[in-house]
Structure formats: structure tokens, C-alpha cells
Nanobody, 114 residues
């Protein structure tokens, strides 16, 4: 059984930074794309950033230049460094891993507020 364990969310002031981590544990093989999605209250879940096994990265336009996604293949872990955070970044952030099957984390709350 595969588990995705997320950490790093919290409350931060506008302009601040947070780093999210997501570690996949269990019998997971052939991990391809890893990524982060978010869902704000009253809105649909949206893609934030993805990174392939080869290191190709993709970002939603609203976070380009502020967020950086990275991964450690040996640890099956994906990270999201979030800088210059804005109130509109407030959402529940979900880790996503695509291997033979697709897996989702339980979500971690990020709140940007003064």
C-alpha cells in the first residue's frame, strides 16, 4: 500500500516563504510525474507545478518565478519551495504522484494572511 505524507504547510504573512514536502512510502514503482495541486475555498482543484522523472518542470502561470518544484528520486520525495507568497495562494495543497497508478496526498493547508 502506498502512502503520500505531506508536510510544511502553515500560516505565513504575504511575501513570506514556505516549503512543502511529500514523501511516498510503500510499494511504489516506476514513478513518473510528481506534482502539486491546490484547491481554494469555492474553487476547483488546479495544477500548481509538476516535474517528470527526467526533471522537466511545468508551472501554472500565476506561480512562475515564485515557486520552485524539485524531487529526490532516491527518496520518492517531491518538494515545493514557495516564495513571495500572496493571499491568493491560500489553499489546500495536494501532492500527486503518477506511477503505475495515480496517488494523492491528504492535503496540507497553506494560509497567506497578515
Amino acid at each position: 500500500q502506498v502512502h503520500l505524507v505531506e508536510s510544511g504547510g502553515g500560516l505565513v504573512q504575504p511575501g513570506g516563504s514556505l516549503r512543502l514536502s511529500c514523501a511516498a512510502s510503500g510499494s511504489i514503482f516506476s514513478v513518473n510525474t510528481m506534482g502539486w495541486y491546490r484547491q481554494a475555498p469555492g474553487k476547483e482543484r488546479e495544477l500548481v507545478a509538476t516535474i517528470t522523472s527526467g526533471g522537466r518542470k511545468n508551472y501554472v502561470d500565476s506561480v512562475k518565478g515564485r515557486f520552485t518544484i524539485s524531487r529526490d528520486n532516491a527518496k520518492n520525495t517531491v518538494y515545493l519551495q514557495m516564495n513571495s507568497l500572496k493571499p491568493e495562494d491560500t489553499a489546500v495543497y495536494y501532492c500527486n504522484v503518477v506511477a503505475i497508478y495515480e496517488y494523492w496526498g491528504q492535503g496540507t493547508q497553506v494560509t497567506v494572511s497578515s
